[in-house]
């Protein structure tokens, strides 16, 4: 009966020990932390409109090279022939996506 009474009172008083360490479990949010999340999440959400409204614009890619040997007018850039060695990339952009003016500008249609 003693075992089973020093049994008892080492469990409730374990419990008791770790009733009183444990946290209150989670913490709620304050209305100011929770207005400044809200307003960075905002900010995220429009930034990421724009980057999409951008890429949008982005119309396909093409291989591009600089050959020599022309007679007469040459052209300053070709696309690349079939087979030939890529010397680069030009980024093709949808004209309706360019402001026209004295500087040409990408803009995000919205």
Known sequence: MKQFLAV????????GIYAMTAGAGQQGV????????????????????????TLSCFSSVDAVNQYSGYT?????????????????YFLLIDPSCVQSGSA?????LK
Do not use: E, N, W
């Open 8 to 15: 008892v009172l080492a469990a409730l008083a374990v419990t």
């Open 30 to 53: 304050s209305p100011a932390k929770f207005a400044k999340l809200a307003k960075q999440v905002k900010q995220l959400k429009k930034a990421v409109h724009q980057i999409q409204g």
């Open 72 to 88: 007469g007018r040459s052209t300053a850039l070709d696309f690349t022939a079939s087979g030939d060695q890529v010397q680069a």
């Open 104 to 108: 040409h500008t990408l803009h995000v």
